[in-house]
């Protein structure tokens, strides 16, 4: 049974102008968990998570997200899902203060709530009244997670997070993963870094547009090697 | 809805408070075009008086297409568009949104020109209320019409030079009945019970309702 | 095979068609009383007019049947594509015969009457269409955003034709009589004319078939292409199952003696 809050592909693929970049790909994923994604370049990583944003439609095989069903409620998918990929999303030419105000008006939710969000990336001080356009790439991804905290999401959608990001900045967004885990969210992480999976949670490991390989770290800081679990 | 349009077209506002590119660019060329008019056409007076109504709105209609790209252009950096679509918003909120910012750009850019054109050239006045109204209509036609196909020419790898060849001849009607208003606009005794102001009335009418439309298929792919 | 028995007939019946309606006009059908020679362009021009607007019809029902969505097929955007092409192709040939007649005829290559603005703003509406057509996207998706375009050129071609009408009419009295109206068309020449008509309208579905088929054709490779990537892509994610195999297998571990740069794992 698709539960409301679950996630499950079955048979799923996505042609990207001709090319099937998620290849024939199943899974299921439960409330609560985090699932790392892992693989080459060209493995299918990001196009499983614009997927999951409700941003590529499965052009074969259907898939139930959050208990909206694909290929047809992309739409109200989107709203349920926090997707950061390697593109901000920001306006270069607003401040930090006005692309969040944007994000506040668009959620119509609280200002507090991004007053809270953005102290929490640290965006709320010297930054707040500048340009995105005058940001680093570090910076930039903190306004973008900001955004992402603030909206709340069921589903989180990481590509390459930690990219750009420093030590502590990684550690309050491995963080952030667990609390929202802990709270029923769902977490998909695609990242090149070897030590996916340090927070707990599942490793797929994708090749060829699907997933080839499973495996299960048991405890938060296991870093053992992990076991292949044919699919 | 319309909360989200608002929020849409504040953003588009903001921007342009920012960037200063409507005012620091694209008005001064439409003057820019306007003096160069003046040039070629040699100082006739008479002859550019007479010419004044079609010229403003070719150079309104060239300018605007300035403006539109400009409106997309802010959408594919950082691919924002890709993040307003992930509030799961509606595209008829962005629609009505991005048309307002546009328009109320549009009309400043029409006020200076206009101006430019009256100063410059010295045409006759009869019924500004005339004048007023048809470029109201005529905005909303040219914002809508480029809007959607801004949405449909756009793409991370070309577009922006193909939105001239897909707007312009769509939107010919517009210039000629917006041009034929504020030529009867001209003499002295127009009013607003213009026959073309009904026609660039029901035009805009119509190209509004096909915008809105056509913008949310053009928008999400 | 079928279909391509069909479409040499209609290619070779059009040829046959083209033939006729040339000789018909140019050798068996008498010169105009008053436009001598030059009234032979009746049997060309008004049938290449009525192709142009037959062919962006086909263009915008095909276009409409793409967007609603229980027809929705690609099938429909290729018949749009290729309707559309050979519009703009007799649009063209509109544009030029009716020159070749106006300038003996009224002393002008142009003159901004109704219909003639009409048809070239209706040339560079579809110039544009075929244009966005160019921008490299998904199959889908340029087939959505072309689909949307023409029925926007749908709408706009009457309000262009009206807009046009009040512009020169209001102001000033239509400048140029109707075609037909100094040139009695009765008799053989009417029958020719119908002839063009015929002729002409072969000559169009025969084109559009064609050209369909060649849309086909790429669309056939584009699939092939697929399944070759299907394969690759499933050859890529055997290999690396295959790799990793060998990389950690037990007892496939190479001695440390081995050369590396030989590559294969001994037994």
């Known amino acids: 049974m698709p539960a409301d809050d679950s996630v499950s592909f079955s048979s799923v693929t996505v042609t990207l102008a001709g090319f099937p970049a998620l290849l024939n790909l199943s899974f299921e994923v439960e409330a ?50 926090g997707m950061m990929g390697t593109r901000s999303h920001l306006y270069e030419d607003l401040t930090v203060a006005e692309n969040l105000d944007l994000a506040r008006r668009l959620l119509g939710i609280s200002s507090s709530r991004i007053d809270d969000a953005a102290e929490l990336f640290g965006v709320r001080g010297r930054l707040w009244k500048q340009k995105v356009a005058s940001l680093s790439a570090g910076q930039k991804r903190r306004v973008a997670l900001a955004g992402l905290v603030a909206k709340n999401p069921r589903i989180w959608l990481l590509d390459e997070p930690h990219s750009s990001l420093d030590a502590a900045g990684r550690d309050l967004l491995d963080k952030l993963i667990v609390e929202a885990t802990k709270r029923g969210a769902i977490a998909f992480v695609a990242t090149h870094e070897a030590e996916a999976g340090r927070a707990g949670g599942r490793v797929l490991e994708m090749v060829g547009g699907t997933v080839r390989a499973e495996a299960r770290e048991a405890s938060p800081g296991d870093e053992g090697p992990a076991s292949e679990v044919p699919e | 809805m319309i909360r989200r349009a608002w929020a849409v077209a504040r953003k588009d506002m903001l921007i342009e408070v920012h960037s200063k590119v409507a005012l620091n660019q694209v008005i001064p060329f439409a003057l820019a075009v306007l003096l160069t008019f003046g040039f070629a056409l040699d100082t006739r007076n008479q002859l550019l008086a007479e010419i004044a109504p079609g010229l403003f709105w070719v150079v309104v209609l060239f300018s605007s297409l300035y403006l539109i ?41 029409e006020a200076v020109a206009a101006a430019g054109i009256v100063i410059l050239f010295n045409p006759p006045v009869g019924s500004l209320g005339l004048l007023a ?89 | 095979m079928t279909t391509t028995l069909v479409r040499k007939a209609v290619g070779v019946t059009s040829l046959a068609l083209v033939a006729a309606t040339v000789v018909m006009g140019l050798f068996v059908t008498p010169p105009d009383v008053v436009q001598g020679n030059l009234a032979r362009l009746l ?11 037959l062919a962006y019809g086909v263009t915008s029902i095909a276009s409409g049947l793409y967007l609603w969505r229980p027809t929705r097929s690609l099938k429909w955007d290729r018949i749009a594509v290729a309707s559309a092409e050979v519009g703009v192709v007799f649009t063209g040939l509109t544009l030029v015969t009716g020159s070749i007649w106006g300038r003996p005829a009224w002393g ?37 955003r072309s689909a949307v375009a023409a029925l926007i050129a749908f709408i706009d071609v009457p309000i262009v034709h009206e807009s046009v009408v009040w512009w020169r009419t209001l102001h000033q009295g239509a400048t140029v009589a109707t075609l037909g109206a100094n040139t009695k068309v009765h008799g053989i020449m009417a029958w020719t004319l119908l002839l063009g008509f015929i002729a002409f309208t072969m000559v169009y579905i025969w084109m559009a078939m064609v050209r369909y088929r060649v849309e086909t054709m790429s669309a056939e490779i584009e699939a092939h292409q697929l399944e070759a990537w299907e394969a690759e892509r499933m050859a890529e994610a055997d290999t690396s199952d295959a790799a990793i195999g060998r990389l950690l297998d037990p007892g496939t571990r190479a001695p440390d003696e081995v050369p590396t740069d030989q590559g294969v794992a001994p037994r």
């Open chain 1, 32 to 81: 609560g968990e985090t699932v790392y994604l892992r693989g080459p370049n060209g493995a299918g990583k990001t196009t499983l998570l614009r997927t999951l944003a409700g941003l590529e439609k499965p052009t074969r095989g259907s898939a139930m997200v959050l208990g909206v069903e694909l290929p047809g409620g992309e739409r109200s998918l989107r709203a349920l899902a």
């Open chain 2, 69 to 109: 790209s400009r409106s997309f252009r802010v959408e594919r950096e950082n691919a924002a568009m890709e993040g307003l679509v992930l509030y799961g918003i509606d595209p008829m909120a962005v629609f009505f949104g991005k048309l307002a910012a546009l328009a109320l750009q549009m009309f400043v850019l």
């Open chain 2, 133 to 221: 109204i048809s470029a109201v209509a005529a905005t909303l036609a040219i914002g809508s019409i480029g809007l959607v196909y801004g949405a449909l020419s756009s793409s991370e790898q070309s577009g922006e030079s193909l939105l001239p060849l897909l707007v312009i001849p769509v939107l010919a009607p517009i210039v000629i009945s917006a041009a034929k208003c504020w030529s009867d606009a001209e003499s002295a005794g127009a009013g607003i019970y213009d026959p073309w102001l009904k026609i660039v009335a029901i035009f805009s009418a119509v190209f509004l309702a096909v915008g809105a439309a056509a913008f949310g298929p053009a928008m999400e792919d």
């Open chain 3, 43 to 53: 049997y060309v021009h008004p049938p290449v007019a009525w192709v142009a607007y």
């Open chain 3, 108 to 144: 002008v290559w142009w003159t901004w009457d109704a219909r003639l603005t009409t048809t070239a703003i209706l040339f560079v509406l579809y110039l544009g269409y075929l244009a966005l057509r160019r921008i490299p996207l998904s199959p889908e998706t340029r087939a959505k």
